[in-house]
């Protein structure tokens, strides 16, 4: 089983939608957790963490289900520039700047006017 | 945000050369940086983790002698592809976190490069 699974997609959804991404981990005892989007030949960049009440920055809403080792991501109201990969991203180790991250495979999301 | 710089973004070289690319910290100190792989349409791969003044740990599955990690200050790490193939034409990306958080990571621009 692959440390960090999501659906690769791609989501192809109209303007105005509202989308939902799940991903799931296999190691219990991560410890935190991140969604990343990239866009096409970019580096990735942070779009939110996420935390254990689940967080929300505008449009986007983060959750966290530890007793069933998943993540979220909801999107609504999508918007053109939403189009990217968005990369579910868990920590597995210990509290440290040293600990490596794992990242899912992605899921590509595309809006359409 | 901390700032990552990688350099070159992009680079085409003959097989069998040697191509170095560099990742600098360039607002914070890294101990730790982190060399990660992408093909098209697949996943970032952690390759290895840099760390200064010693040496890298790689991922099961990476050539250490292939893939020649220095990390000789806080601010940089080197990746040396070495007797480059055409099957090592790939993304390469470096990343960094802020030493003693467990924040976000930041990348660098990552590096195209091609083997012909």
């Known amino acids: 089983r692959k440390e960090v699974e999501q659906d690769p997609g791609p989501f192809n959804v109209p303007e105005g939608a509202t989308v939902a991404f799940n991903c799931t981990y296999s190691?219990?005892?991560?410890?935190?957790f991140f969604w990343y989007r990239q866009d096409c030949r970019k580096e990735p960049k942070l779009l939110m963490s996420?935390?254990?009440s689940g967080n929300e920055d505008g449009r986007f809403t983060a959750q966290l289900n530890r007793a069933s080792q998943y993540i979220s991501l909801l999107i609504r109201d999508s918007k053109l520039s939403d189009s990217a990969t968005y990369l579910c991203v868990v920590n597995p180790g210990e509290y440290s700047s040293a600990s490596k991250i794992i990242f899912g495979s992605g899921t590509r999301l595309s809006i359409r006017p | 945000g901390a700032v990552v710089s990688q350099h070159p973004s992009r680079v085409i070289c003959k097989s069998g050369t040697s191509v170095k690319i560099e990742c600098r910290s360039l607002d914070f100190q890294a101990t730790t940086m982190f060399w990660y792989r992408q093909f098209p349409k697949k996943s970032l791969m952690l390759m290895a983790t840099s760390n200064e003044g010693s040496k890298a740990t790689y991922e099961q599955g990476v050539e250490k002698d292939k893939f020649l990690i220095n990390h000789a200050s806080l601010t940089l790490s080197t990746l040396t592809v070495t007797s480059a193939h055409p099957e090592d034409s790939s993304f390469y990306i470096c990343?960094?976190?802020?030493?003693?958080?467990?924040?976000?990571?930041?990348f660098g621009q990552g590096t195209r490069l091609t083997v012909v």
């Open positions: 190691n219990s005892a991560s410890q935190s």
């Open positions: 996420v935390y254990s």
């Open positions: 990343s960094a976190r802020v030493v003693g958080t467990d924040t976000e990571a930041f």
